[in-house]
């Protein structure tokens, strides 16, 4: 069964960082694509980061520069560092698994962490 578990949210003034958590079972991070969305309440899942099972990784336009994802294999952790952070970047960040980073919307997610940015 697979599970992806999120963690580090939480709330931060503009400017500051957070370093969000996937704790994924069931599946290894280095055999399949991993990813991160974010959602704001009435407003479709906006795909932020991805890294492919060989390691590229991709980010939306929106985050590149600030966001750095990564994963750990001895862990089996996905992450997401995100610096500078801007009230924009407020929402809930979910975590995706997929054989396919082109598959991760209909993949495995979790249940995602809140992020809330005040200026």
């Known amino acids: 069964q697979v599970q992806l578990v999120e963690s580090g949210g939480g709330s931060v003034q503009a400017g500051g960082s957070l370093r969000l958590s996937c704790a994924v079972s069931?599946?290894?991070?280095?055999?399949?694509?991993l990813g991160w969305f974010r959602q704001v309440a009435g407003k479709e899942h906006e795909e932020v980061a991805t890294i492919a099972s060989y390691g590229t990784t991709w980010y939306a336009d929106s985050v590149k520069g600030r966001a750095t994802i990564s994963r750990f294999v001895p862990k089996n952790t996905l992450y997401l560092q995100m610096n500078s952070l801007k009230p924009e970047d407020t929402a809930m960040y979910y975590c995706?698994?997929?054989?396919?980073?082109?598959?991760?919307?209909?993949?495995?997610w979790g249940q995602g962490t809140q992020v809330t940015v005040s200026s």
């Open positions: 995706a698994a997929a054989t396919l980073c082109g598959s991760l919307r209909s993949g495995y």
């Open positions: 069931g599946v290894t991070v280095n055999r399949y694509c």
